[in-house]
């Protein structure tokens, strides 16, 4: 019975058992097994330091990197039976991207469990302040009081080790009017940003965007009264015209704020890893292409060919994704239209792979009965899009594919933090940025495992 599973945890505890599973997963996800230290994937030669693609701001002509660093999933380690952030992994990722000409830098209060910010400072102090542009966001989404609103934004500028903040976004806003009119208008959040700005301490204010298309717009006509500086949206050549769940298609959002000139700044260019880990004919069809780029490298390229695009975020945790992605960028190639329609129909070919839209974000976590969510919707994703999921325990290779998600799972996810332990409470729900029914997902993994198990069709 599952009653017995229904003892909460708490923040520390989640902190102490998300570690070495969850990296993991991450690690099996991305297919990336290398702990090699920056600098030793590549020929050094074959990663010029300065060759970065440039974009210019033309609010502040702030020459900033079309390349940002997302700090969401900086690396960590185990010390003292504590997960914490492993610095000196963080500060060599940083030195590196900056001897690289990367010069972008975006994290936020809510991001690696609330460690992201301090330790992004850290990194970023050992450097001259004119060097890099920071930005981070106002995460009010559980207290929008005015006083704790205005201490988490003091908070973010002693973490930051900053006197100011280069880019200041209102955080993950769109689910609904009423949301936004209590996180940033009913407390007088914005006025006191906008206020900031004309002081100095922010010199960029604008928001991330997920949600729905009439929050957009709403969001959007503050325009003429705020002045937003740019707008970081969720865009790649899949949600350019497909975009799944409560998500709106790309090309609209970009369009919109083209027309305002608004700078756009773009999150998720890989799809949390699901555009860089396709199915294999997916695959093949790119490196037929172009067999000495990397399939990454075909989204970033696609982001990038639109002149409206300021700069574009990956959280790059492994040498080979920052060293990759700074080699798309130096110098930059954009896409020919012959091209971006040849990845328009890859994406058309893609909705045969029905992946669950997760981007391993961890805004679900921590779950209250211990549940590793991420883990288990990423270990679905990637049986997809490897062909291990079968659809009938007749089918020719079922033996293989079970053998292979059975297994794999357990490698994935800790046992006392699997589908099973799920209870359908639904706070996750309210965390998630894609709008996924996540209790819904985790009882169909776990039935379509416990047929799997029991040897059942489906």
Known sequence: MKAEHKNNIDRREFIKRIGAGSLLTVAAFTGCKSNK???????????????????????????????????????????????????????????????????????SPVYVQGLSEKATGIALKRHPRDKF?????????????????????ESSMKNLQVDYFDYYLLHNIGGSVEDFNRRFIDNGILDFLVEERKKGKIRNLGWS???????????????????????????NYSDWRNARGRNVNAEYLYGELEKRGIPVLIMEPLLGGRLSNVPAHIEARLKMQEPDRSVASWSFRFNGSYPGVLCMLSGMVYDEHLQDNIKTFSPFVPLNDEEKEFLFETADLMLNYPTIPCNDCKYCMPCPYGLDIPAILLHYNKCINEGNIAKSSQDDNYRKTRRAFLIGYDRAVEKQRQAAYCVGCGQC???????????????RIDQYIEKLKQGLDF
């Open 429 to 443: 729900n309210k965390h998630c940025p894609q709008r996924i029914n996540i209790p819904r997902e985790i009882r």
């Open 133 to 153: 542009f920071i930005s981070t966001k106002m995460s009010n989404f559980s207290n929008a009081s005015r006083e704790n609103s205005i201490m988490m934004y």
């Open 37 to 107: 230290s920056v600098g030793d994937g590549m020929a050094e030669e074959d990663i010029p330091t300065d060759k970065m693609e440039y974009r210019t701001n033309p609010n502040t002509n702030d020459k900033v990197s079309i390349l940002g660093y997302g700090c969401m999933r900086w690396p960590t380690k185990e010390e003292e039976g504590k997960t914490i952030i492993d610095q000196d992994r963080v500060n060599s990722l940083v030195d590196y991207a900056i001897e690289h000409g990367v010069n972008f830098f975006d994290t």
């Open 209 to 235: 965007f997920h949600g729905s298309a009439d929050v957009f717009d709403h969001i959007l006509a503050y325009h003429e009264k705020v002045h937003w500086d740019f707008v970081l949206i969720q865009m």
